[in-house]
């Protein structure tokens, strides 16, 4: 039994599949990326499996994520912000002397 569920598309050529399938005669959820080229089209290695037994705590945690945390900037953005506003400060204030080639 296969089911697909959804697939995201993660760039032009590579999609993640999210279905219900049985593997080895177990049943589960995988969560694999699938590939579109000219060399290969299929399933990647990359991805992963829930198993039944695991599938209720995954799915608690997925539904825990809190939707504002993941839609605020990440840690590294609001700084690489304020470095980017300092050097242009600092660009504003410098004048280059006009004797100095530009590299």
């Not at 760039?11 to 219900?20: A, E, G, H, K, W």
């Not at 829930?50 to 825990?64: A, G, H, Q, T, V």
């Not at 939707?67 to 990440?74: D, G, M, Y």
């Amino acid at each position: 039994m296969e089911k697909e569920i959804g697939k995201i598309q993660k760039n032009p050529t590579t999609d993640i599949m999210i279905r219900v399938d049985d593997f080895g005669g177990k049943r589960g959820v995988t969560i694999r990326e699938f590939v579109t080229s000219d060399r290969y089209t299929g399933f990647t290695k990359a991805g992963t499996r829930i198993s039944p037994e695991n599938f209720l705590k995954f799915r608690e945690m997925i539904n825990s994520i809190n939707l504002e945390e993941l839609n605020a900037p990440a840690d590294g953005a609001e700084i690489q912000n304020k470095t980017q506003e300092t050097l242009e400060k600092v660009d504003a204030k410098t004048e280059k002397p006009s004797d100095l080639p530009d590299y």
